[in-house]
T-cell receptor, first 113, second 114 residues
Framework: KNEVEQSPQNLTAQEGEFITINCSYSVGISALHWLQQHPGGGIVSLFMLSSGKKKHGRLIATINIQEKHSSLHITASHPRDSAVYICAVRGGTYGGATNKLIFGTGTLLAVQP | NAGVTQTPKFRILKIGQSMTLQCTQDMNHNYMYWYRQDPGMGLKLIYYSVGAGITDKGEVPNGYNVSRSTTEDFPLRLELAAPSQTSVYFC?????????????FGEGSRLTVL
């Protein structure tokens, strides 16, 4: 079993829909990253969070440390949101954080017009 | 401010050849990383560095070498290319972990070994 599991693996949505991508992990962490990768393109960092919730435009990321779970929400989805969304966790406690990240395999999102 | 720059973007190698993937960042980040991304798999850490002169192995270091002579540069060397090294390689950098430990990635280098 992977230490970081994402669901769903593939997601197709209609433009305007509310989208949720989930990330569960089995290790203790000091922070969690959400990344976006467009087809054939590079990887962009969307959020880094260690507690609570963060919002940037139409994107919202939440994390529940006790339940070892994070969600990435996209409101009013648009075809340009089509990409692979990757969850990555940084292991260890904050004071003893390691430098290594464990990555999920990604969620492929396709938003159709 | 260019961020993280990787070269080349594409390369085809024959088995046994050697090459170096270049990575440069202009954000004065201490931490730099090399990852490989294989189809259907999460990114795997090859090597990382927490500062000039300091490097350490990641999960999949075999067949690779790195050096970090300056803060800006973190080249990845493949000495004897093998088909198993066909992958997309990403260099990344970040400031020291903390409240602003955001990751910055290069555009990726697609390597094919035939």
């Amino acid at each position: 079993k992977n230490e970081v599991e994402q669901s769903p693996q593939n997601l197709t949505a209609q433009e305007g829909e509310f989208i949720t991508i989930n990330c569960s992990y089995s290790v203790g962490i000091s922070a969690l990253h959400w990344l976006q990768q467009h087809p054939g393109g590079g990887i962009v960092s969307l959020f880094m969070l260690s507690s609570g919730k963060k919002k940037h435009g139409r994107l919202i990321a939440t994390i529940n440390i006790q339940e070892k779970h994070s969600s990435l929400h996209i409101t009013a989805s648009h075809p340009r949101d089509s990409a692979v969304y990757i969850c990555a966790v940084r292991g260890g406690t904050y004071g003893g954080a390691t430098n290594k990240l464990i990555f999920g395999t990604g969620t492929l999102l396709a938003v159709q017009p | 401010n260019a961020g993280v720059t990787q070269t080349p973007k594409f390369r085809i190698l024959k088995i046994g050849q050697s090459m170096t993937l270049q990575c440069t960042q202009d954000m004065n980040h201490n931490y730099m990383y090399w990852y490989r991304q294989d189809p259907g798999m999460g990114l795997k850490l090859i090597y990382y560095s927490v500062g000039a002169g300091i490097t350490d192995k990641g999960e999949v270091p075999n067949g690779y070498n790195v050096s970090r002579s300056t803060t800006e540069d973190f080249p990845l060397r493949l000495e004897l290319a093998a088909p198993s090294q066909t992958s997309v390689y990403f260099c990344a950098s970040s400031p020291p972990w903390g409240a602003k430990g955001e990751l910055f990635f290069g555009e990726g280098s697609r390597l094919t070994v035939l």
